[in-house]
């Protein structure tokens, strides 16, 4: 086989529609662009969501929210998740494998919910002074 030789298989490429070319071609004079209008002039385009000069609705609706990109890798553990696991030194990974937060997470976070009685050790996770004073009090702690 030669790259020269090399063609488009047949009837899967269509000629190029050649409109103004007379009235005897059903596209001459308008080109299929009708009559008059912006849209029929050459260089004649609007903007998206141009609606005449009128405020557009994006400008006329107000601004609400905002969506965090970070929001999604960060997780909050509670201690009563702490208090069902069965493992005394916890870190991202146990959190992760047991299924307490979601595998993509970066920052965890252990917050004062619920109660804990059994003593562990916390390794590289963001804990509140609360959370903190009752793993302490129980007998645990922060790393």
């Given at each position: 086989?030669?790259?020269?030789t090399?063609?488009?298989?047949?009837?899967?490429?269509?000629?190029?529609?050649?409109?103004?070319?007379?009235?005897?071609?059903?596209?001459?004079?308008?080109?299929?662009?009708?009559?008059?209008?912006?849209?029929?002039?050459?260089?004649?385009?609007?903007?998206?969501g141009?609606?005449?000069?009128?405020?557009?609705?994006?400008?006329?609706?107000?601004?609400?929210?905002?969506?965090?990109?970070?929001?999604?890798y960060?997780?909050?553990?509670?201690?009563?998740?702490?208090?069902a696991?069965?493992?005394?030194v916890?870190?991202?990974?146990?959190?992760?494998?047991?299924?307490?937060?979601?595998?993509?997470?970066?920052?965890?976070?252990?917050?004062?919910?619920?109660?804990?009685?059994?003593?562990v050790?916390?390794?590289?996770?963001?804990?509140t002074?609360?959370?903190?004073?009752?793993?302490?009090?129980a007998?645990?702690?922060?790393?």
């Amino acid at each position: 086989m030669k790259l020269n030789t090399i063609s488009p298989a047949e009837g899967s490429k269509r000629n190029r529609k050649r409109v103004g070319r007379g009235i005897g071609s059903t596209d001459g004079k308008t080109a299929g662009r009708g009559h008059k209008g912006q849209k029929s002039r050459s260089g004649g385009y609007h903007k998206v969501g141009f609606e005449g000069g009128q405020m557009p609705l994006q400008r006329r609706l107000p601004k609400r929210g905002f969506a965090s990109k970070t929001a999604r890798y960060n997780a909050e553990v509670r201690l009563y998740h702490i208090e069902a696991m069965d493992v005394d030194v916890i870190d991202m990974e146990t959190l992760k494998k047991t299924g307490v937060v979601k595998h993509d997470a970066r920052k965890v976070k252990v917050i004062n919910t619920g109660d804990i009685s059994r003593a562990v050790t916390l390794k590289g996770l963001g804990v509140t002074r609360g959370a903190q004073a009752a793993i302490e009090a129980a007998g645990g702690k922060v790393e």
